[in-house]
């Protein structure tokens, strides 16, 4: 069992930067892959960055490349998401998420989820 505890969420202006963690239990968190994804007001969840328990391998979805970086640090069990550059369009709620294998969770096979954070952009 994992449970996931998301922070740092917020309103900022378009073209600042924002950081999010996630906590998570457990002693095996460097064993599963971690993601965050974004659900805005109307859509869909969809897929934002993910990265492998090693924390060697990052994917990110092409609307947020070269403006967020995913990042984790398994002495912590934590992992972050460095949103630099935001755009109204980035506003949604994050929510953390984890699944042993980055593949699948790049995929949107997720174990567990966090319960969410806002982030507001205004222009």
């Known amino acids: 069992q994992v449970q996931l505890v998301e922070s740092g969420g917020g309103l900022v202006q378009a073209g600042d930067s924002l950081r999010l963690s996630c906590a998570a239990s457990?002693?095996?968190?460097?064993?599963?892959?971690m993601g965050w994804f974004r659900q805005a007001p109307g859509k869909e969840r969809e897929f934002v960055a993910a990265i492998s328990g090693s924390g060697r391998s990052t994917y990110y979805a092409d609307s947020v490349k070269a403006r967020f970086t995913i990042s984790r640090d398994n002495a912590k069990n934590t992992v972050y998401l460095q949103m630099n550059s935001l755009k109204p369009e980035d506003t949604a709620v994050y929510y953390c998420a984890a699944h042993p294998a980055v593949a699948s969770l790049r995929d949107g096979a997720v174990g567990y989820w966090g319960q969410g954070t806002q982030v507001t952009v205004s222009s």
């Open positions: 457990g002693r095996t968190f460097s064993m599963y892959a």
